[in-house]
């Protein structure tokens, strides 16, 4: 089976700009995830949906973080505007279900805001 | 506050050797627990889960220890070989609640020498 798509691999911004990262989760798979990871830390958890509707994003920094998974197939996290302390691998899973299926990872996208 | 923590931040083990990789957890609401193996500029790849009601999982040269009452688990890989230099996470996950994504450690770099 495909595995999880994410583009782009590698973006580049300044400070006070925005950015936008697009998933597309394995076939069939209704638990949607964004990950952050920085530098020498595990991935943390952004926000999480199930098919379209989101099911926990209360590590999403709300102010400038935002995202949507519209008909409940691919998502898109959005940063605006971006900090320097948003340097980070976004990382974005699915599993076919909440609770007893592992996560599949895409490769990120590696985010560097200067 | 860490609640899943790899405090061996690399460990180095000779090729045909057992490699132990430890995880400490402080939620006693988790449930399901899995390791994650990550190559640089890849993300993350599922290893091994275990449930909360088993102490032990095996696949082939991985088995997963799991003792609750010392909240702690471990990777077990017999024997080592050279492609198993990487990253890896240990995750845990709550089932009964709205918030079930994966918490992560902040991983343990496998080194294998020859």
């Known amino acids: 089976e495909a595995g999880v798509a994410q583009s782009p691999r590698y973006k580049i911004i300044e400070k006070r700009q925005s950015v936008a990262f697009w998933c597309n989760p394995i076939?069939?798979?209704?638990?949607l995830y964004w990950y952050q990871q920085i530098l020498g830390q595990g991935p943390k958890l952004l926000i999480q949906?199930?098919?379209?509707?989101?099911?926990?994003d209360s590590q999403l920094p709300k102010d400038r973080f935002s995202a949507e998974r519209l008909k409940g197939v691919d998502s898109t996290l959005k940063i605006q505007p971006a900090k320097l302390e948003d340097s980070a691998v976004y990382l974005c899973?699915?599993?076919?279900?909440?609770?007893?299926?592992?996560?599949?990872f895409g490769n990120g996208t590696r985010l560097t805001v200067t | 506050d860490q609640q899943v923590k790899q405090n061996s931040p690399s460990l180095s083990v000779q090729e045909g050797r057992i490699s132990i990789l430890n995880c400490d957890y402080t939620?006693?609401?988790?449930?399901?627990f899995l390791w994650y193996k990550k190559y640089p500029a890849e993300g993350p790849t599922f290893l091994i889960s275990?449930?909360?009601?088993?102490d032990k999982n095996e696949d082939g040269r991985f088995t997963v220890f799991l003792n609750k009452s010392a909240k702690h688990l471990s990777l077990h890989i017999v024997p080592s070989q050279p492609g198993d230099s990487a990253v890896y996470f240990c995750?845990?996950?709550?089932?009964?609640?709205?918030?079930?994504?994966?918490?992560f450690g902040k991983g343990t770099h496998l080194i294998i020498q020859p």
């Open positions: 949906f199930q098919n379209n509707g989101v099911v926990d």
């Open positions: 076939s069939g798979h209704a638990t």
């Open positions: 995750a845990a996950r709550y089932s009964g609640g709205g918030a079930d994504g994966l918490t």
């Open positions: 939620n006693s609401m988790f449930d399901y």
């Open positions: 275990i449930s909360s009601i088993k």
């Open positions: 899973a699915s599993s076919l279900d909440r609770y007893n299926s592992p996560l599949h």
